[in-house]
């Protein structure tokens, strides 16, 4: 994966690169890290290098990071999985504690394991353009989907009048607005449920909601009727 393009905060054009990152990335990863999920975030959850070796080597392909200005700036790391009746489905149990040794090379699933963008760039929308690269390599790699659990920050608010569902519900009727759902639908991901005790998360009070976008050239439906002509 290589795009290059000029991104704009709407007062300036800056020259920007969506790559695979590599050992030499590292440090710039963490740091973004660090800077993207400050405290009451749980600092031991950011990438170690162990992690990051694991996805360089397992599955480059799902490891992008956004450069600008000659540093690293955000990343998006993804593994491939194929979900059975029954499989556990928490952060931790899916992506391995971060470290995807369970990445499934045929999976049929693109599944997210992160992403972050530094704060100081986020007004560039570098994020809807990681989603947009890693929308391009499940096309790319005939998957079926892309799906990832997003926290839902806004929930502590609001969690003694209401259930997570429900507050998912009101987010994707416009009714609220959230930090994170409200981008990710804005990307074009859907809800197709909500998984509790999904991660340490006191803001979204252990939950997550199960974000999906549909590969249109491999969904199911398409796929029986190929085969059916």
């Known amino acids: 994966m290589f795009k290059q393009w000029m991104a704009y905060d709407g007062q300036r054009f800056?020259?920007?690169?969506?790559?695979?990152?590599?050992?030499?990335?590292?440090?710039?990863?963490?740091?973004?890290?660090?800077?993207?999920?400050?405290?009451?975030?749980?600092?031991?959850?950011?990438?170690?290098?162990?992690?990051?070796?694991?996805?360089?080597?397992?599955?480059?392909?799902?490891?992008?990071?956004?450069?600008?200005?000659?540093?690293?700036?955000?990343?998006?790391?993804?593994?491939?999985?194929t979900f059975r009746e029954g499989d556990r489905h928490d952060w931790a149990s899916v992506t391995d504690n971060g470290y995807i040794r369970n990445h499934?090379?045929?999976?049929?699933?693109?599944?997210?394991?992160?992403?972050?963008?530094?704060?100081?760039?986020?007004?560039?929308?570098?994020?809807?353009?990681?989603?947009?690269?890693?929308?391009?390599?499940?096309?790319?790699?005939?998957?079926?989907?892309?799906?990832?659990?997003?926290?839902?920050?806004?929930?502590?608010?609001?969690?003694?009048?209401?259930?997570?569902?429900?507050?998912?519900?009101q987010v994707k009727t416009g009714e609220r607005t959230d930090p994170v759902l409200t981008f990710l639908l804005r990307c074009g991901r859907m809800p197709v449920g909500v998984v509790r005790d999904y991660l340490e998360d006191e803001q979204s009070g252990n939950n997550a909601a199960l974000m999906e976008w549909r590969n249109p050239f491999e969904s199911r439906t398409y796929r029986i009727e190929r085969r059916s002509e």
């Open 104 to 169: 499934e090379p045929d999976g049929d699933t693109l599944y997210v394991v992160d992403i972050c963008v530094a704060p100081a760039y986020r007004r560039f929308g570098l994020g809807k353009w990681l989603m947009q690269a890693m929308y391009e390599t499940v096309v790319h790699l005939g998957c079926d989907r892309l799906l990832g659990g997003g926290r839902m920050p806004g929930y502590q608010k609001a969690a003694a009048g209401m259930t997570p569902e429900e507050y998912v519900n």
């Open 14 to 81: 800056v020259p920007a690169v969506i790559r695979n990152y590599n050992e030499s990335d590292f440090a710039g990863l963490i740091d973004v890290q660090a800077l993207s999920f400050p405290p009451p975030f749980p600092s031991e959850l950011w990438w170690n290098e162990e992690q990051l070796s694991e996805h360089v080597s397992r599955f480059p392909e799902g490891a992008l990071c956004v450069e600008m200005e000659g540093r690293i700036v955000g990343s998006m790391t993804a593994l491939r999985r």
